[in-house]
């Protein structure tokens, strides 16, 4: 059974940094894209960040691209998201996920980020 468990999330000033992780379990997790999702209040969801099963691509939402850097250990099974230079309209609950087509779409219970002083 898949599980992806995020972390990391909190209270930080405009211009800080976090790292947020997923930890995945119930699936090879180096087979698969991973990416990161995030949803505002009254907002859409979208996508942050994406990277390769190997790690040797990514790519980043527009609103992110230059701020935030997605990596992962395929030896602990866990994805990352370093953020950096953070705003206000970053504050979103962010979601780790795995999507495997046919076999189905899975999400963590979020975590949720906040920017403000």
């Known amino acids: 059974q898949v599980h992806l468990v995020e972390s990391g999330g909190g209270l930080v000033q405009p211009g800080g940094s976090l790292r947020l992780s997923c930890a995945a379990s119930?699936?090879?997790?180096?087979?698969?894209?991973m990416r990161w999702y995030r949803q505002a209040p009254g907002k859409e969801r979208e996508l942050v960040a994406r990277i390769s099963s190997t790690g040797d691509t990514t790519t980043y939402g527009p609103s992110v691209q230059g701020r935030f850097t997605v990596s992962r250990d395929n030896a602990k099974n866990t994805v990352y998201l370093q953020m950096n230079s953070l705003k206000p309209e970053d504050t979103a609950m962010y979601y780790c996920?795995?999507?495997?087509?046919?076999?189905?779409?899975?999400w963590g219970q979020g975590t949720q980020v906040t920017v403000s002083s």
């Open positions: 996920n795995l999507d495997i087509g046919l076999q189905g779409m899975y």
């Open positions: 119930g699936f090879t997790f180096s087979r698969y894209t």
